[in-house]
């Protein structure tokens, strides 16, 4: 099995796991070993509790040797100046990080095969041909988040599609935008732990946590942070509002890919409920206490380049699914009720889903069991040995 190096933009212990954790898990698994690289910092830290907090909490993790954290999977976090990617900066930053990589690569015995990177400025930091296979796994439109650099990042991008030897993306809006620039590039939608999630029906089906227990049904459920570039606000707040019978409920953090999030529009309606984040480990758990789960977003240049984490998920745990009707999404009327970003057409289709007028459970969990991490990385990994 190939050694790989996974640069990632999340770190490997951040609340809410991504495509990145997920992956690098079920690459270990199937014998690779990995050197899994937190975030490097793509935009400049502010002066915010939080991201002071996130400085801190790097420095203190960068003192340490590579850690590992799981069969196969070394952690590393290296030091580099966050957001300083250009002129001398840039250069301090190019050798601080390969020297640091160089260090972490004979302390773990992980050899330089494949590189496997998240990160759009990887061809600005790191040297390429260094490696026997480079992939760049595309699965946000970054440059599009708040406060990003965001020419540089659609710039760099462009340079490191043209120089890796796949490009894997997941959603059909980003292959769109990226076609031209790589020589391969196949598309993987975003996909589900489909055995976590399923035991909201079948270890969990009769449970409810007690913080959902005093909430009246029925409860429409959303998983995921609470960020206000991504969700409609307004569009929540008139619902609930104008439906008192409906509880909303909300799991996860806030301000997730902006320095802050405000909140105002739905902290005073007495049938939102903001719970806050509740650890993966548990999540199967208020999915079985949700009666519809729902991605009420924005229509916009992020939203419509994504594709939601939680749809699978949904799906994988058996709920009727209520969605915005972005780019990704729109091959999979069958099994959700996507909407236009309207109030009228949200109500309607909550309406329906309640009154079970859609797709049949078979239809969602047999779809969700198709959708895994695993069966997505066998195939990736078998396209790469082909090249």
């Given at each position: ?141 970054i440059h599009e988040q708040p406060y990003m650099p965001k020419k540089l990042i659609e710039n760099e991008e462009k340079v490191l599609c043209t120089s890796v030897d796949q490009v894997f993306v997941t959603s059909p809006k980003i292959e769109e935008s990226l076609r031209n620039y790589s020589k391969r590039i196949t598309y993987h939608s975003n996909v589900c732990d489909f055995d976590h999630f399923h035991k909201a ?187």
């Amino acid at each position: 099995m190939e050694d790989i190096i996974v640069v990632s933009t999340a770190d490997w212990d951040h609340p809410l796991w991504t495509n990145k954790q997920h992956v690098t898990s079920v690459l270990a698994s199937q014998g690779h070993k990995i050197l899994y690289i937190e975030s490097l910092g793509l935009r400049s830290a502010f002066a915010t509790s939080k991201d002071l907090f996130r400085l801190l909490k790097r420095l203190l993790k960068g003192i340490r040797l590579p850690r590992k954290v799981a069969p196969n999977i070394w952690v590393f976090s290296p030091l580099v100046i966050p957001g300083r990617n250009q002129g001398i900066w840039l250069f301090i930053n190019r050798i601080l990080l390969n020297v640091q990589i160089l260090i972490a690569l004979l302390l773990t015995g992980i050899k330089k095969e494949w590189l496997w990177t998240y990160n759009p400025l990887t061809a600005r930091l790191v040297n390429l041909k260094l490696y026997k296979k480079t992939i760049y796994h595309a699965v946000d439109a970054i440059h599009e988040q708040p406060y990003m650099p965001k020419k540089l990042i659609e710039n760099e991008e462009k340079v490191l599609c043209t120089s890796v030897d796949q490009v894997f993306v997941t959603s059909p809006k980003i292959e769109e935008s990226l076609r031209n620039y790589s020589k391969r590039i196949t598309y993987h939608s975003n996909v589900c732990d489909f055995d976590h999630f399923h035991k909201a029906l079948t270890k969990y089906k009769d449970f409810t946590p007690g913080d959902l227990i005093d909430i009246p049904r029925p409860r429409i459920g959303f998983i995921g942070a609470l960020s206000s570039y991504k969700i409609d606000f307004e569009l929540i707040a008139d619902l609930a509002k104008r439906n008192p019978q409906w509880s909303f409920v909300f799991i996860g953090p806030k301000s997730e890919g902006e320095p802050n999030t405000k909140t105002d529009l739905l902290d005073h309606i007495s049938n939102i409920y903001l719970l806050g984040y509740r650890p993966y480990q548990v999540l199967p758990k208020y999915c079985a206490g949700f009666d519809l789960a729902w991605l009420p977003l924005k229509i916009n240049n992020y939203t419509q380049s994504m594709f939601p984490m939680k749809f699978f998920e949904y799906l994988a745990a058996g709920l009727p699914v209520v969605a915005s009707e972005i780019n990704s999404l729109t091959n999979f009327k069958k099994v959700a009720y996507l909407c236009a970003p309207s109030f009228s057409s949200f109500e309607k289709a909550i309406i329906d889903a309640l009154g079970c007028n859609g797709p049949s459970l078979d239809v969602r969990i047999q779809l969700a069991r198709k959708n895994t991490y695993l069966t997505r990385s066998i195939e990736m990994v078998k396209e790469l040995r082909r090249i």
